[in-house]
């Protein structure tokens, strides 16, 4: 098959059609444009992608791009429709009519035809456009500002290979074979979307703050697609702040009543002090924190000096859309062959996100300069589901306590039902459903347990938060001038660089 | 000295996670893989330390700080993966991860939850409170796959619980949707087809390396054995190219 007879229905293909076709327009409007040209680089970079996600079609985003930049897809002096002059070949391969084939007195001369916009449109898709735009939105501006001669044109419009890099950017990997597989022990959770999801992504190079996204490979297609989620770290993050707030309230306390770092421990995960015996395993002292606060037992972290791991295991929560269908399948309680047959039904991932556009207005009745500024939020739109996993490292072995602890920590992020940012503009608003197990036949755990042995520790914990008594009884000091391990001198007085300012409050 | 007495779960991990000798043969174990894994630039992707990990839990219910495990005592925690003698070092007969994979990175984030704490001011940009954005280098790969000569019933048992592979496990990377096992023909544990190291494989002198895997072998004293971090399991080692 050709390179051209491939191009209908691929995302080269769409890519094509549209960067020339915006070419077209600010070429036809060049003049119009005055001054304005110099910016339109930039202020097109940060326009394209909002303007195509927020779309219905891909007529509807070339009106409101054509709107964005103040002009109409139509030719100035006559008043026609602008024409996108393409290769005789891509034109049959497209299926566009000849019938404006043009002549040696055209702009573009023999072997191209003059297609109207509204068709060309037609023929792009903007699910594909979309994600293309995602991964570039400088190429396409680098594209439609090509000012260029006649002649240099036509080996312009001709040239095929400057969107190579699309197909080269979206590798494809062998299928597996998923079949007599094993699968992890792990506790699946699918979360409903009742409001946009907002997680910002790692790079922003514009006024919009842009979800976050990964590439992931679809194992049913081999094919690799960029798919917002929220990282396991960020869930993990809320969980933490959710269990050990919780557990500070059932005992009586608040996060300012106790020991900041303490406090940044049990939020936070505390940090390695210098000077803190680190060396040193003081496993008296673990066993009883873990007793005391079984939420720590699942997250760790440093607390007391003491470096610990925790139980929990915490996915990533990834759009279920048709390239995560394969993963997705637990959460949905389907099989792989069913996922398999219906992944059709589902989504796909660069169709999933919107665009919430938002400006912070300049008040006149402020002194000072004005500080209005456009800020767009991109979101997964409401009503996608994501597709959640958490496991406890004891697996089978895990304690009635821990799996209590669990339990009671999915009660309390169900109850929260937010997730991502900009929770107080109305983002995020989630439902999390059922938890349900991989593999193992066990029922889904539930809290009891947890709250009846929290309440049993509570004295103990309170006199241990606010310094009044310690966890264990502290061991045998080591002889004068020697470090806790035993090697060396220890370092009198020595305080982490950079320690909180200020006594506590 | 007196060696120190062994652990009572020890003995249980290895009456039931240890490879037996007579029933080990070549298998190949592939992870598909649900999101992007961590790696270490310097270090490539290695099964045994996970397999430890999930024997330590299979049997305790603890995690290895928990059992006392630490950077004092290097301790040989049994897995099903039989282990040959080179040059006077127990190695173990699997190889580093292959893949294809495209390079990733992704941020991991903290923040102090400062207007919590009972501090009057809480300084973000240094010390103990410090908030950071750090990068971390992934790969995004559909499939790892190892060689292995493994006790195949031992290591279907331990393989459900490994739930994820490579750094930042906890949150998010690494995880392991599918476990994958098949037998193989032939042993590649050690060494690939074109007998390049498939895995770090100790030397006794760059010469000696050179002689025996070619020229272009690369060398670095680097870890031969899990825990690889730790300072009793390195030695200079012949190391495997283009390994995930």
Redesign the interface.
């Known amino acids: 098959m050709s390179e051209i007879a491939k191009l209908p229905g691929s995302p080269r293909g769409s890519a094509y059609l549209f960067a020339h076709m915006l070419r077209v327009i600010l070429l036809v409007h060049r003049a119009d444009l005055g001054d304005r040209i110099q910016h339109l680089p930039v202020e097109l970079a940060g326009c394209l992608v909002p303007l195509a996600a927020q779309a219905r079609s891909t007529v509807e985003f070339i009106g409101s791009l054509c709107e964005r930049i103040g002009v109409q897809p139509v030719v100035p002096r006559s008043g026609n429709p602008v024409s996108v002059a393409l290769p005789q070949e891509i034109v049959d391969a497209f299926g566009f009519a000849r019938g404006q084939e043009q002549t040696e007195g055209h702009v573009l001369g023999v072997g191209f035809c003059a297609v109207p916009w509204i068709d060309v449109a037609a023929q792009i898709d903007l699910v594909q456009l979309r994600g293309v735009l995602q991964r570039s939105t400088h190429f396409f501006v680098s594209v439609a500002m090509q000012f260029v001669d006649a002649e240099s044109r036509r080996a312009f419009v001709a040239d095929l290979s400057l969107f190579g890099w699309i197909e080269a950017a979206a ?1 494809r ?2 299928v ?3 079949s ?7 506790w699946h959770v699918l979360i409903t979307l009742l409001s946009p999801l907002s997680h910002g992504g ?1 790079q922003s190079g514009s006024n919009v703050a842009s979800i976050r996204r ?4 679809d ?1 049913f297609t ?1 094919e ?1 697609a960029d798919v917002p989620f929220v ?7 809320l969980a933490r ?1 959710l269990v050990m707030v919780d557990w500070l309230a059932r005992i009586g306390l608040s ?7 303490v ?2 421990a049990l ?3 505390g ?1 390695i ?1 210098a000077g803190a015996a680190m ?1 040193v ?1 003081d ?1 008296a002292l ?1 066993d009883a924190i873990r007793e005391v606060c079984p939420a720590w037992d699942l997250f ?1 972290g440093v607390i007391e000096g003491q ?10 929560a ?1 759009l279920v859309c048709r390239e995560t269908a ?2 997705a399948a637990p959460a949905l309680g389907w099989t792989l062959d069913e996922a398999r047959e219906r992944r059709p039904e589902l989504p796909e991932a660069a169709a999933a996100t919107v665009e919430r556009l938002g400006t912070r207005h300049h008040h006149d009745d402020i002194p000072g300069p004005s500080t209005q500024m456009i800020l767009h939020t991109q979101a997964i739109a409401a009503g996608h589901q994501l597709a959640w ?1 958490v ?1 406890l ?7 009635p306590l821990q799996r209590a602890a669990l339990a009671h920590l999915l009660g309390l992020l169900a109850e929260h039902g937010r997730l991502g940012a900009k929770a107080q503009t109305g983002f995020g608003a989630v439902a999390f459903g059922e938890p349900q197990s991989s ?1 193992d036949r066990s029922p889904c755990p539930v809290p009891i347990h947890y709250l009846a042995h929290v309440a049993a520790q509570a004295e103990r914990a309170r006199a241990w938060l606010t310094g009044q008594a310690p966890l264990v009884a502290p061991a045998p000091a080591p002889a004068e001038g020697e470090a806790p391990n035993g090697k060396g001198k220890a370092k009198p007085g020595r305080k ?10 | 000295m007196a060696p120190r007495p062994e652990p009572a779960w020890l003995e249980t991990c290895r009456a039931r996670f240890g490879a037996r000798e007579h029933v080990s043969r070549p298998h190949v174990v ?1 992870a ?5 894994v961590a790696i270490d630039p310097q270090h490539p992707i290695m099964l045994e330390g996970a397999l430890q ?1 999930a024997a330590i ?10 059992v ?1 495990l ?3 005592v290097f301790v040989d925690i049994p897995i099903p993966i039989a282990d040959q003698v080179r040059h006077g070092r127990r190695v173990a007969r699997c190889s580093a991860a292959e893949c ?1 994979a ?1 390079a ?10 400062s207007e ?8 973000e ?6 908030a950071w954005s750090l990068p971390v280098p992934t790969r ?4 790892l796959r190892w060689h292995v000569v493994a006790d195949p019933e031992r290591l ?1 048992a331990l ?6 592979i490579g750094r ?6 690494g ?7 098949m037998p193989a023909k032939v042993d590649r544990s050690w060494r690939r087809e074109d007998g390049s190291p498939a895995r770090p494989l100790p030397v006794t002198s760059p010469a000696a390396a050179r002689a025996e895997f070619g020229p272009g072998v690369q060398l670095a004293e680097v870890g031969y054995r899990a825990p690889y971090w730790h300072n009793e399991a390195r030695a200079l080692c012949a190391l495997p190219g283009g390994a995930a």
Request: charged letters at 25%; glycine letters at 12%; hydrophobic letters at 40%.
């Open positions: 590798p990997f062998p597996p074979d998923l007599r597989a094993i699968a992890p022990r792990r790692d990964e590439p992931r490979v194992m081999g690799v990282s396991g770290a960020a869930v993990r993050g702040d996060t300012r009543d106790i020991r900041p770092e406090a940044h939020l936070a995960g940090s002090d060396g395993t496993n673990r760790g470096l610990m791991e925790g139980q929990l295991i915490v996915g990533d990834v394969w993963s996993s496991a490292r004891a697996g089978p072995l895990a304690t593999c982490a660089k950079g320690a909180a300012d200020g006594a506590a409050a | 592939e598909v893989l649900s999101a992007p990990c839990a299979a049997v305790t219910g603890r995690t290895p700080d928990e006392g630490g950077p004092g294809d495209i990733g990175e992704r941020y991991v984030r903290r923040r102090p939850r919590r704490y009972a501090l009057s001011q809480v300084r940009t240094l010390g103990e409170y410090k995004i790969a559909a499939v279907y393989l459900p619980d490994v739930l994820a930042s496990r906890q949150g998010g990377l995880h392991v949707a599918l476990w994958r096992m």
